[in-house]
């Protein structure tokens, strides 16, 4: 059984930055995909970014690419996500999920275990 939890959104400025972290409850993580999904209202749940755990490989959506960086703590087992330069259109919903890499780690098929998500708020 796997356990998510996320932490660490609030509601920010435009232009602030905000970290993001998401805490997972497994035996083992070495064959699993860790990903971030956000969702505003009344649109459809969007890629974020994902990192995949043992061999480090990194993902990230085009509106988030170059702006958000992904990383991952080993001995904690948990995945963070520092935002920068974050605008309004980044308020959502932040999900974190893990599954194992089948599909690509774009792909909300790939992830089996979802955590409740964290609101991120940025206002203008």
């Known amino acids: 059984q796997v356990q998510l939890v996320e932490s660490g959104g609030g509601v920010v400025q435009a232009g602030d930055s905000l970290r993001i972290a998401c805490a997972v409850s497994?035996?083992?993580?070495?064959?699993?995909?860790v990903g971030w999904f956000r969702q505003a209202p009344g649109k459809e749940r969007e890629f974020v970014s994902a990192i995949s755990w043992r061999l480090g490989r990194i993902y990230y959506g085009d509106s988030v690419m170059g702006r958000f960086t992904i990383s991952k703590d080993n001995a904690k087992k948990t995945v963070y996500l520092q935002m920068d330069s974050l605008k309004p259109e980044d308020t959502a919903v932040y999900y974190c999920a893990v599954g194992r890499e089948i599909y690509s780690p774009l792909e909300e098929r790939t992830y089996e275990y979802w955590g409740q998500g964290t609101q991120v708020t940025v206002s203008s």
């Open positions: 497994a035996r083992t993580l070495s064959e699993y995909v």
